[in-house]
């Protein structure tokens, strides 16, 4: 059959397995790899974001995120996963600046939420709004050009959040709030959120910091779906708004950016306190359907460092809003608390997880359902445009085209219609 896998080139890495360079297996075998997912597959080399399941530790070039939430904000954090390195004061305070300048849209934009339907999902809105930036910010779609792509990246980065803010006032019918330049990040999403033009709006710093933290720890997961759409529409040479794009379509799945959502279901679904035991049951029983929704990860096999940091965040802001006694939020703890301590759980390692904490604070911050999914990608931009630039200026950079095994018909040749049965 030719070499063995033995016999292949190793890539080592500076963390985490090694792998084998497979680029020259067909040529040299006539056979492919088969791999449905990619889930044990490096589709590309990158020195940007670095997870190990089993030890529950997620890197941003080489810091841990457990620092970042506690000492960096999400405009350093963007800077990072952008640059390499973490900002001075000088760098960051440029930075911000330009992010907060790029905020504003094109005032045309504002045309395009009139050709949605008051209900359209909000998802829908922002996908369709940023593949559209191309045609008025065509000064940062020459990829060849390293100062055009970086421009595009950083407008990406600040007009994404007024996009999304505005697609949700866009469904409830309500004014459009301009990005404010003397405001953070996290504080100006909440006020294009739910300010009135008519009144000041103060946002509490504990609930900003709060949403700052949902923001860096969804920044960036490494190769996860939409990120490797992101890389695989890049690949192609496609502007970076319709890359962006992509990536928001492929969040939008259930599966992938939708997690957090299924938490506030699941728990409207159990109602009371009472009904908890019942439903741990039904948890149990594998031919009931039911899901623990929240808890355990795909590639977090020990714990979620993510989910610790805002577990945390989460009794800050309930207390901040004095929120001890609301019935979702006790339903939500003692549903915490058992979980944790049945061996049925904490035997499989189901233990809580960032889906059921950002959900719970972004409830808790007056954030409606139906734009979670949105503020994940408001967060994961900062992540997909540097993934999308890494990949760009990787030397040997090919259009990205999986292969198959073809389990189709055998050629066989066309009857005239008058002649088939």
């Known amino acids: 059959m030719g070499p063995q896998a033995s016999e292949f080139p190793v890539i080592s890495g500076t963390l985490g397995p090694d792998g084998v360079d497979f680029r020259k297996l067909t040529a040299a075998t006539g056979v492919f790899s088969f791999d449905p997912g990619y889930g044990e597959t490096a589709s590309c080399t990158s020195a940007i974001t670095f997870i190990d399941g089993d030890q529950g530790v997620l890197l941003h070039r080489g810091y841990p995120i457990e620092q970042l939430a506690e000492h960096a904000s999400y405009v350093e954090t963007a800077y990072l996963l952008l640059y390499g390195e973490l900002p001075n004061k000088q760098q960051l305070a440029e930075f911000d600046a330009h992010l907060s300048e790029q905020a504003l849209l094109h005032e045309q934009i504002r045309n395009f939420f009139n050709g949605f339907r008051r209900d359209t999902h909000p998802m829908a809105i922002l996908c369709g709004t940023v593949a559209a ?18 421009l595009s990246a950083r407008r990406l980065i600040a007009k994404i959040p007024t996009i ?15 990005p404010k330049s003397n405001f953070g990040f996290a504080e100006n999403f909440l006020s294009m959120m739910f300010a009135r033009p008519d009144r000041k709006y103060v946002v509490k710093p504990v609930l900003a910091r709060a949403l700052d933290r949902i923001f860096i720890l969804h920044a960036d997961h490494e190769q996860n779906a939409s990120t490797s759409t992101v890389r695989l529409v890049g690949s192609t040479g496609a502007n ?14 259930p599966a992938h950016g939708g997690a957090n959502e299924a938490v506030l279901t699941m728990l409207t679904a159990i109602g009371e306190k ?23 990860h795909r590639v977090y096999k020990s714990f979620d460092p993510r989910a610790q940091i805002l577990a945390q965040t989460y009794r800050e802001v309930i207390e901040e809003l004095n929120l001890d006694h609301d019935p979702l939020f006790d339903l939500a703890t003692e549903l915490e608390r058992i979980a944790r301590s049945d061996d049925y759980f904490v035997s499989r390692q189901l233990y809580p997880n960032v889906d059921f904490y950002s959900g719970l604070i972004l409830k808790a911050l007056g954030i409606p359902v139906s734009m979670f999914t949105v503020l994940f990608a408001v967060a994961r931009t900062s992540g997909w445009v540097s993934q999308w630039k890494e990949m760009i200026e990787a030397p040997g950079q090919r259009i990205g085209r999986p292969r198959q095994i073809y389990t189709g018909a055998r050629k066989r040749d066309l009857q005239p219609l008058s002649e088939r049965p």
């Not at 191309?134 to 100062?147: E, L, M, N, V």
């Not at 970076?240 to 799945?253: M, V, Y």
Request: glycine share 12%; with cysteine.
């Open 133 to 150: 930036l191309s045609g008025f910010y065509a000064d940062g779609i020459d990829i060849s050009h390293p100062a055009s792509r970086d």
């Open 164 to 178: 999304a803010a505005w697609a949700y006032r866009y469904t409830q019918g309500e004014t459009f709030i301009y």
């Open 240 to 253: 970076p708004f319709a890359c962006i794009a992509a990536g928001i379509a492929a969040l939008w799945g």
């Open 274 to 296: 009472k009904n908890i035991p019942q439903f741990i049951e039904q948890v149990k029983d594998k031919d009931s359907g039911i899901r623990l929704m929240g808890f355990g």
